[in-house]
């Protein structure tokens, strides 16, 4: 009978311990991270500075066939983007121009050794994109995922865009 009554309570109390206690972040802007077929999507936290002029989310993509091919993508706001995005600013960092999609994009190293990062700039002041990953199998991965993100229609309802 005790052996039966154990048994009971632990199985009783499985489901509680297997529960996650911190639910996953989902996005903080709605639908500007597509989904991408072939790839899994997770978000991280929305990041939101004590005076609310900073406001950062963010979604890792990561391929789902066998190779790797991951990147972080961030859609961001925030003041010092005025002049730490402008093409001065990128070309001093070592960035070369590229198109994503229809707008002007920045490539560069990522802050990872073997990742790359681009930036495209969304408005004239304080939104940029920014990718960072690493896509060796696929040469243009990171650029058709910024071009995926930077568009009107996903992104123009939340405010991050002025037209390219």
Request: net charge positive; glycine share 8%; aromatic share 6%.
């Amino acid at each position: 009978m005790q052996t039966v009554v154990s048994v009971t309570a632990i199985c009783a109390a499985l489901p509680a311990m297997a529960a996650d206690p911190k639910p996953p972040p989902l996005a903080g802007w709605l639908g500007v991270f597509p989904d991408v077929n072939g790839y899994q999507r997770t978000f991280k936290a929305p990041l939101v500075n004590k005076e609310r002029t900073v406001y950062r989310q963010a979604a890792t993509y990561a391929w789902t066939g066998g190779v790797v091919r991951e990147a972080t993508t961030t859609l961001a706001r925030e003041p010092t983007f005025k002049t730490a995005h402008t093409p001065e600013a990128l070309k001093r960092l070592g960035a070369e121009k590229v198109k994503a999609g229809e707008r002007d994009a920045w490539t560069m190293r990522g802050a990872k050794e073997g990742t790359t990062k681009i930036v495209v700039p969304l408005g004239e002041d304080r939104a940029a994109l920014m990718v960072e990953g690493t896509g060796d199998s696929h040469s243009t991965f990171l650029t058709d995922l910024a071009a995926k993100l930077a568009t009107q229609k996903t992104a123009a309802a939340h405010g991050l865009l002025t037209p390219p």
